[in-house]
């Protein structure tokens, strides 16, 4: 059985994919997204995933999938191929987040990214009262086996797409299961958040 909250962000993520786009999902494992976006929006996909028993699974939905690891370059992909990268709860996974975040954007023309978000009051709370690294329902890893690399809060993601030269065009904390446009204080609340990114060149069209 799918994990709920996973199913939960996969509808989120809809929402924002217009019918018929074309949507490249980095770290698909077994393509349960692609399906639905195939199946319901009519969206012409593409995964991309490096686990072989999850590319087993993608294939017997009939979702085709290229097996790489994202990071290395998508160098087999051409620039703007799609209309829509996916990359959800992916990004701290990853050595090299900036990387993976510039390949996004030279291969589609929008990014979709959702991120854990480390600032949640309960990881907060957890640190400061047991003195030990949170497990919470978005972060369920101990410290020995979770595949988490690095920890952002939303704070340091706004400031990693500064960085790079993106613009964020939408934010939308995700609070108990919910996308919000507007929170109160997102940063403690949210456990996590989806970002709709583009290159500068894009706002401008």
């Not at 028993?53 to 051409?78: K, M, N, Q, T, Y």
């Not at 988490?148 to 797409?161: A, P, S």
Request: charged share 25%.
């Amino acid at each position: 059985m799918p994990n709920p909250s996973a199913v939960l962000t996969d509808e989120i993520i809809m929402r924002h994919v217009d019918p018929g786009s074309r949507v490249v999902d980095l770290g698909c494992g077994d393509g349960r997204l692609l399906h639905a976006l195939r199946e319901k929006h009519g969206c012409r996909v593409q995964g991309v995933e490096v686990d072989r028993e999850s590319i087993v699974r993608a294939l017997h939905r009939g979702v085709p999938v290229i097996h790489a690891d994202l990071d290395e370059p998508l160098s087999e992909i051409p620039a703007d191929s799609f209309d829509v990268a996916v990359l959800s709860q992916t990004l701290q996974q990853v050595r090299l987040p900036k990387d993976v975040l510039t390949e996004m954007l030279r291969i589609a023309r929008q990014a979709l990214v959702v991120v854990p978000n480390f600032g949640h009051w309960r990881v907060r709370l957890q640190i400061l009262r047991y003195g030990r690294a949170p497990v919470t329902e978005t972060l369920p890893y101990e410290w020995y086996d979770t595949p988490n690399l690095h920890f952002m809060t939303m704070h340091d993601f706004r400031e990693l797409v500064a960085s790079l030269g993106f613009r964020i065009v939408r934010e939308l904390p995700i609070v108990k299961g919910r996308a919000k446009d507007r929170a109160w204080a997102a940063n403690l609340r949210a456990d996590s958040a989806l970002y709709v990114l583009e290159r500068p060149e894009q706002s401008k069209v």
